[in-house]
């Protein structure tokens, strides 16, 4: 046994990772354990130091967190100034982690952060990553190899800097129109997300997880999108889940395809059922849904981590917003943390109340046995991952890798391929040189396609981006999750009309949801959709410099009152859609 070892036998390589396991489940305090169970919200310096704390989010400091609370996973939050500055902050975080009792080395995880949205609930901005579309422009494109390749990309660029777990991939199906969550799905057809969820999970894994894989948190089971009028349970009017059509196997169908690819992790979702054979709490809480479904009928051994924030009621930007104890609202916290564990979860998302757990344990309520059962979960990937092994990244390599010119054109390529023509009366592809009014589109970029000018009546051509409507809600967070209302307001309207009035225009829609787009297209000489796309892309698929090659990963509904009157849980439920699933056009 080496030096590294002696002490720990649990550093031995050559020994099967259950045993490994065993070895370091035996050495650990009931503190040491409970510490495993939370998976929260961390925050790194400036420059790439440990944060003292964050008060927006109430965040305590990192040693707190490692040292005191032997907390060993978090979802690193926020746009970082460079790749190199995450890996110094994730070896400075290990080498914190290091100089604990045990060494536990820490598994760092984020929100999808390869694209062009920006929301702390839900999705970060590239930064220093390559840029990708959206998952629902990845759908666009119809082309699992593409989807496993970005996987394969996103896995050298996360593990460049020592993220090693994604939450994400979200294999929900978009089946109500007015849901907020629909951007990072794959639509509405259960087939195609579940070939391309799997795609996904196979690029960020690999075939087996391993030392070079990052394993993949696939949410929300099972499965979001069934939304009482379309909202979103990460509030209290959002908390419902409805089946009217009778679909809820339905909503299973990408699971099983995604856990054939060997996704490691699951997340369930925040909201609850209503109506249907399962108890009506918040699936986080739900034994039946839980151990019923997804342990025993999926025979799924990996780990359950719960969405971010279901026991404790917390401030986000200043506003008060209850824990999304849907369904439990009434139990205390103790009694929160219980039913979760008793549902099957091995982690509490978004949490770090260690204190109530280990109550818990000291007064009988929770046995340590059970606390074993996620202890070894949780500890065989770290083990799995190889973070015993090699916790620290290499930092000029990170900057080398992340965002390099290979990896950037082949995000580049897929926001191209992404791009769907809804509509085209022949001003597609417009001819290089014309004379260019533009909307949302910075004049040096279209400076490359023609001369642009000041007023549509110079122009020979007008593009306007715009972005599909929603309702302004009452705090800041709610209005990251775009909602409500699919109906353009009048004044955006009148002003695609007067623009199309004085010039043919091209309407570009940045569609995370399913607009009302019947009266953009009869204002529009064009309509196209993008779910994450640059200028440039845009602009090279506008004038023929790239091929069109996106199609609809949903239907586009003719009203307001054809949604409303559709079924939460059935896709392709609207009346007469304006558009369908598969639709594009080409140039």
Same mark, same amino acid.
Not at 328 to 337: I, Y
């Given at each position: ?51 003292d ?23 690193l ?9 995450i ?113 996904y ?18 949410k ?16 209290p ?32 979702y ?12 918040g ?10 479904l ?46 979760i ?41 770290k ?17 080398a890798?992340?965002?390099? !010119?290979?990896?950037? =054109?082949?995000?580049? @390529?897929?926001?191209? %391929?992404?791009?769907? #023509? +809804? &509509?085209? *009366? ?44 929603y ?53 529009? !000489?064009?309509?196209? =959709?993008?779910?994450? @796309?640059?200028?440039? %892309?845009?602009?090279d #698929? +506008? &004038?023929? *410099? ?42």
């Open positions: 046994m080496s030096d590294v070892t002696t002490g720990r036998p649990w550093l031995d390589a050559g020994l099967p990772v259950a045993e490994r396991v065993e070895l370091l489940l035996a050495e650990m305090t009931v503190e040491e354990k409970v510490g495993l169970f939370f998976h929260t919200m961390i925050t790194m310096g400036p420059d790439g130091e440990l944060s704390g964050d008060p927006a989010f109430g965040l305590p400091s990192t040693d707190e967190y490692v040292s005191v609370r032997h907390m060993s996973h978090f979802n939050l926020g746009v970082a100034p460079s790749a190199g500055a890996a110094r902050w994730h070896n400075a975080l290990q080498e914190l982690a290091a100089r604990t009792r045990l060494g536990i080395p820490v598994t760092i995880s984020t929100d999808p952060r390869h694209s062009f949205s920006e929301n702390p609930g839900a999705a970060m901005m590239a930064g220093p990553f390559s840029q990708w579309p959206e998952p629902l422009g990845l759908a666009a494109t119809r082309d699992a190899e593409l989807v496993r390749a970005f996987g394969d990309i996103a896995r050298r660029e996360y593990t460049a800097v020592g993220i090693r777990v994604a939450l994400h991939p979200q294999v929900d199906l978009a089946t109500e129109p007015r849901w907020a969550r629909a951007l990072q799905t794959f639509g509405e057809d259960a087939d195609l997300t579940g070939e391309l969820g799997a795609a999970v196979r690029g960020f894994q690999g075939e087996t997880l391993g030392a070079g894989s990052v394993a993949t948190m696939v929300h089971f099972p499965g979001g999108g069934p939304q009482k009028d379309g909202e979103d349970p990460h509030f009017y959002g908390r419902e889940q409805v089946y009217p059509g009778d679909a809820f196997e339905l909503h299973l169908k990408p699971f099983a395809a995604v856990f054939e690819a060997g996704a490691s992790q699951v997340m369930p925040y909201g609850m059922p209503v109506g249907t054979a399962y108890e009506e709490v699936f986080g809480f739900n034994k039946s849904v839980l151990t019923g997804l342990r025993e009928r999926f025979g799924f051994d990996g780990i359950v981590c719960t969405d971010w924030g279901l026991v404790s009621d917390a401030e986000i930007f200043g506003q008060p917003f209850p824990a999304r104890a849907w369904g439990v609202e009434g139990l205390s916290r103790p009694e929160r943390v219980k039913k564990l008793d549902a099957g979860v091995d982690q509490l998302g978004g949490e770090s109340c260690t204190d109530v757990l280990l109550e818990l344990v000291r007064s009988g309520e929770v046995a340590e046995e059970r606390l074993d059962v996620s202890v070894r979960r949780l500890l065989r990937e083990f799995v991952l190889g973070l015993f092994e090699n916790p620290y990244v290499d930092v000029e390599a990170a900057d890798i992340v965002g390099n !010119a290979e990896f950037r =054109a082949a995000g580049f @390529a897929a926001q191209q %391929a992404s791009v769907a #023509v +809804l &509509s085209n *009366e022949g001003v597609l592809p417009f001819a290089r040189g014309v004379k260019l009014y533009v909307e949302g589109i910075p004049a040096e970029s279209a400076a490359a396609y023609g001369e642009v000018v000041a007023t549509p009546a110079e122009a020979d051509l007008a593009i306007l981006r715009v972005q599909a409507p309702e302004e809600r009452g705090t800041m967070f709610e209005n990251f999750f775009h909602a409500g209302s699919l109906d353009f307001a009048p004044e955006t309207l009148a002003h695609i009309a007067e623009v199309s009035a004085s010039v043919p225009t091209v309407v570009d829609v940045f569609l995370d949801r399913p607009a009302i787009l019947a009266p953009v297209v009869d204002a529009a !000489a064009a309509v196209t =959709a993008n779910w994450g @796309a640059s200028a440039a %892309a845009l602009l #698929v +506008l &004038s023929g *410099e790239a091929p069109a090659r996106g199609r609809l990963p949903f239907d586009v509904p003719r009203s307001m009152a054809s949604v409303s009157a559709s079924r939460p849980d059935v896709p392709f439920d609207t009346e007469d859609p304006l558009f369908r699933f598969g639709h594009g056009l080409e140039l």
